[in-house]
């Protein structure tokens, strides 16, 4: 699966939109990016994932970009329930559903 | 999403003493669970993978006399750590997909505390 970057850390306002970026420069054209979040002490929790189109759903947006190196996931209306540790995985569509998680990126919403 | 339920939540035991975690998917059939470990301030690492009805695949430097696991149905998995030893002690994680699913859904996790 291919490899993926992120900032270390982000802070936002509460109410305003959190934009995280993920950069994801060797992936293949079968691999998806996913999108995890973990709150403190709790397990992960799913958010979206997408191939090539942007998507969207009731807890966020996905922005993949045309040459599909690089994503960013907008969460429109931050609160400071969002605040956790955001996770973005590559992985490829086939068999292998294992998910490798790298450090995150930890975003804190302040009020 | 999907319900993947973990029990217990939290479990101290003394050392050289087994304990067991488990993984149910409430509302779904898990084809596929995964087990996790989270020591502080790190990652999630992967353990183990497991399949209905099959033996669990263990990652690399994970003992699998150690932990075992069970999936003996497509609701059920778990994880028991036996003989355990402080250094065991972490935050534990299941896992688990569906057939119909791309996406795999969480436990809350089990924070273990050996003593």
């Known amino acids: 699966d291919a490899k993926t970057t992120q900032p270390t850390s982000m802070d936002c306002a509460e109410g305003r939109a959190a934009n995280l970026p993920c950069n994801h420069s060797?992936?293949?054209?079968?691999?998806?990016v996913y999108w995890y979040r973990q709150i403190h002490s709790q397990g992960p929790q799913y958010i979206i994932h997408g191939l090539k189109n942007n998507e969207t759903n009731e807890m966020a947006s996905l922005i993949i970009t045309e040459d599909r190196k690089s994503s960013t996931l907008i969460l429109p209306h931050a609160t400071l329930r969002d605040t956790a540790v955001y996770y973005c995985?590559?992985?490829?569509?086939?068999?292998?559903?294992?998910?490798?998680f790298g450090k995150g990126t930890l975003l804190t919403v302040n009020p | 999403g999907a319900v993947v339920s973990q029990h217990p939540s939290w479990v101290i035991c003394k050392s050289g003493t087994s304990v067991k975690i488990e993984c149910r998917s409430l509302?779904?059939?898990?084809?596929?669970m995964f087990w996790y470990r989270q020591f502080p301030k790190q990652s999630l690492m992967l353990m183990a993978t497991?399949?209905?009805?099959?033996?669990?695949?263990?990652e690399q430097g994970v003992e699998k006399d150690k932990f075992l696991i069970n999936h003996a149905s497509l609701t059920l998995s778990t994880l028991t750590v036996t003989s355990a030893h402080p250094e065991d002690s972490s935050f534990y994680i299941c896992s688990a997909r569906g057939r119909a699913n791309t996406e795999a859904f969480f436990g809350q996790g089990t924070r273990l505390t050996v003593v």
């Open positions: 497991s399949n209905e009805g099959s033996k669990a695949t263990y």
């Open positions: 509302d779904f059939q898990a084809t596929t």
């Open positions: 060797t992936i293949s054209g079968n691999e998806y």
């Open positions: 995985i590559v992985k490829g569509g086939g068999s292998n559903y294992k998910l490798t």
